[in-house]
T-cell receptor, first 114, second 114 residues
Framework: NAGVTQTPKFQVLKTGQSMTLQCAQD?????MYWYRQDPGMGLRLIYY???????DKGEVPNGYNVSRLNKREFSLRLESAAPSQTSVYFC?????????????FGAGSRLTVL | AQSVTQPDIHITVSEGASLELRCNYS??????LFWYVQSPGQGLQLLLK??????LVQGIKGFEAEFKRSQSSFNLRKPSVHWSDAAEYFC????????????FGKGTHLIIQP
């Protein structure tokens, strides 16, 4: 099983450019998430999707948009990239387990905005 | 809002020595608690979780954690570390209810001395 697959793994953008990070899971999970990881900050939730057709803001949603294309795919879009969005982005998915969400993470996408 | 504190940013341990990584949470009720590990350049892998029941939980790779309600803590332990345990360790909390993701601590970077 591939689990959670993110593309691309690395990307360099110039300020103002746009791009989309793709995420797909093959575990038939209902919920999907986008986190960003910055040194000394841990992981912070950007957006999540509890089920197909729904999305909600997390802790740090500004500057991002998301699309839950279907049950498998959840994309993150940066419309006008800024240097502050330089980060490592992780997609995760979950199927409720005993009433709690055990998250399975992708390998990450490292984004640099110049 | 719930929060997670990992007081130690870096910890250095000699190979073969015991390890304890601290985690404290701030939440009114007993949350669901997790420890994840991130090896360099990798995604996050679940080490163990606590939902209810026995307060001492066993995980993968020889790790265990103990939930102490009176101290709002969920410390991770290992009796004897190996060089391969060098990684970033994250404690996380999920308060229950909807699928709105985990709240992570800022992480503890574990260094193993030969």
């Amino acid at each position: 099983n591939a689990g959670v697959t993110q593309t691309p793994k690395f990307q360099v953008l110039k300020t103002g450019q746009s791009m989309t990070l793709q995420c797909a899971q093959d575990m038939n999970h209902n919920s999907m998430y986008w986190y960003r990881q910055d040194p000394g900050m841990g992981l912070r939730l950007i957006y999540y999707s509890a089920s197909e057709g729904t999305t909600d803001k997390g802790e740090v949603p500004n500057g991002y948009n998301v699309s839950r294309l279907n049950k498998r795919e959840f994309s993150l879009r940066l419309e006008s990239a800024a240097p502050s969005q330089t980060s490592v982005y992780f997609c995760a998915s979950s199927r409720q387990s005993s009433g709690a969400n055990v998250l399975t993470f992708g390998a990450g996408s490292r984004l640099t905005v110049l | 809002a719930q929060s997670v504190t990992q007081p130690d940013i870096h910890i250095t341990v000699s190979e073969g020595a015991s390890l304890e990584l601290r985690c404290n949470y701030s939440y009114g009720a007993t949350p669901y608690l997790f420890w994840y590990v991130q090896s360099p350049g990798q995604g996050l892998q679940l080490l163990l979780k606590y939902f209810s029941g026995d307060t001492l939980v066993q995980g993968i790779k020889g790790f265990e954690a103990e939930f102490k309600r009176s101290q709002s803590s969920f410390n991770l332990r290992k009796p004897s570390v190996h060089w391969s345990d060098a990684a970033e360790y994250f404690c996380a909390v999920w308060p229950g209810g909807g699928a709105d993701g985990l709240t992570f601590g800022k992480g503890t970077h574990l260094i193993i001395q030969p």
